[in-house]
Nanobody
Framework: QLQASGGGLVQAGGSLRLSCTAS????????IGWYRQAPGKQRELVAS???????NYEDSVWGRFTISRDNAKKTVYLQMNSLKPEDTAVYYC????????WGQGTLVTVSS
């Protein structure tokens, strides 16, 4: 099970770091993705990190967001810099590809 945290309210241009913490002993073998769902829009993949550390990003966040993982802490991070109002969404973490186990997510609100 994965739990996302770290969201909040930030002004445009600001930064936040989200955390995705796992339970279970097989965390290090899974690719993990950060997903987001903005109001009125479909959920989309933002970034993913493989078991070996390979990363991929959605075009709109390239160069602004960084995904990383600490297997000892069973945690995947999403460092978000230069935030824009269009980044406002509920952010979720799940395996990649997703298994649909979304949890509550964490709300990120970027004010202009």
């Amino acid at each position: 099970q994965l739990q996302a945290s770290g969201g909040g309210l930030v002004q445009a241009g600001g930064s936040l770091r989200l955390s995705c913490t796992a339970s279970g002993s097989t965390f290090s073998t899974y690719a993990i993705g950060w997903y987001r769902q903005a109001p009125g829009k479909q959920r989309e993949l933002v970034a993913s990190i493989g078991a070996g550390g390979t990363t991929n990003y959605e075009d709109s966040v390239w160069g602004r967001f960084t995904i990383s993982r600490d297997n000892a802490k069973k945690t995947v991070y999403l460092q978000m810099n230069s935030l824009k109002p269009e980044d406002t969404a509920v952010y979720y973490c799940d395996t990649f590809p997703t298994q649909g186990a979304w949890g509550q997510g964490t709300l990120v609100t970027v004010s202009s």
